[in-house]
């Protein structure tokens, strides 16, 4: 399984980005597959997640601002990520887990200035 995340860069507060995660080795459509992200000196956190039946959660952080979907056919999960504020500087990471395994993406650096 491999995750290949993508979309990352450098925003002003209150723009908008969408990340990606290609999956391979893997079907994103059957799994739960969820994105977290982690800031410099804080521990990593869960900002969303996509169940197999299309359900979606989201931390009380994003709420609101983010949302998460998934193309079956690309087979790549999205973080359509607006109205960003720079506390939701970090690098974001798809992550799954699947056949008793964690797997990570290699992350992408969201940073946004004020």
């Known amino acids: 399984v491999q995750l290949q995340a993508s979309g990352g860069g450098l925003v002003e507060a209150g723009g908008s980005l969408r990340l990606s995660c290609r999956a391979s080795?893997?079907?994103?459509?059957?799994?739960?597959i969820d994105w977290y992200r982690q800031a410099p000196g804080k521990q990593r956190e869960l900002v969303a997640l996509l169940t197999s039946g299309g359900i979606a959660n989201y931390s009380d952080a994003v709420k609101g601002r983010f949302a998460i979907s998934r193309d079956n056919v690309k087979n790549t999960l999205y973080l359509e990520m607006n109205s960003l504020k720079p506390e939701d500087t970090a690098v974001y990471y798809c992550?799954?887990?699947?056949?008793?395994?964690?797997?990570w993406g290699q992350g992408t650096l969201v940073t946004v200035s004020s």
């Open positions: 992550h799954v887990w699947w056949r008793d395994r964690n797997y």
């Open positions: 080795g893997m079907r994103v459509s059957i799994n739960t």
